[in-house]
């Protein structure tokens, strides 16, 4: 583990759009993470909910970056991310509960190997914590048709967390619902393609980056 003083700087990002009762239930969980050297952010994509005046007042310790409209997931985050200094982002959608320390064991294993650019937890469901959640499981793949998969969820079977995805291995894609990169890599490879305005950005970015070397 990574002595206290030589922890890269952390930003968790969370991008917003009229989300207020996902930050009201799941941010809290984000600001008890123990991980020392760490900025939370909440990016907004010009909501209407009264979200950004929920995060002020409740999470004065909370960032807050405003868009001036809804550039969808992608946009939205090549945007808030500009104007984030860190050593690694960690892209976390705002409808995910964390436990307090989440961040530690991953940057441990990023900055263990220079050619690791992204990775991502295993992911279980908030309403059957027993179970795999649909968005990303235990870590991504493609097949031989193109098409994309998860260890943990086959199409719409998602198997019980029993401890056999524990293991830490190289995957083709990491969920963009808690999406560790360096920040170095994700301006090298110029940040999720617009074109995809929600959904398959991060398999996209992943297949970018292992085309690049990385893993």
Wanted: aromatic share 14%; hydrophobic share 40%.
């Amino acid at each position: 583990m990574l002595q206290e003083t030589a922890m890269p700087k952390v930003a968790v990002v969370i991008l917003n759009w009229n989300g207020l009762k996902y930050l009201q239930t799941y941010l809290p969980s984000v600001v008890a993470s123990t991980y020392p050297n760490l900025e939370i952010l909440v990016g907004d994509n010009g909501s209407t909910d009264g979200s950004v005046d929920f995060v002020r007042t409740n999470f004065p310790s909370v960032k807050t970056v405003l868009n001036d409209q809804n550039y969808g997931f992608t946009g939205g985050y090549n945007r808030v991310l500009a104007q984030v200094q860190a050593d690694y982002f960690i892209l976390l959608n705002s409808d995910v509960e964390v436990v307090p320390n989440w961040i530690e064991p991953v940057i441990s294993l990023m900055e263990s190997d220079e050619l690791i650019a992204a990775a991502a937890p295993k992911i279980l469901s908030w309403q059957q914590k027993n179970k795999f959640e649909h968005a990303g499981a235990a870590g991504g793949f493609i097949d031989t048709f193109g098409y994309p998969f998860c260890r943990g969820r086959i199409f719409f079977e998602i198997e019980e967390d029993r401890g056999q995805y524990d293991q830490t291995i190289e995957v083709l894609w990491a969920s963009g619902a808690a999406l560790f990169i360096k920040q170095k890599y994700w301006e090298l490879s110029g940040g999720f393609d617009e074109r995809f305005f929600a959904h398959m950005e991060e398999i996209d970015l992943c297949w970018r980056l292992k085309n690049m070397g990385l893993k």
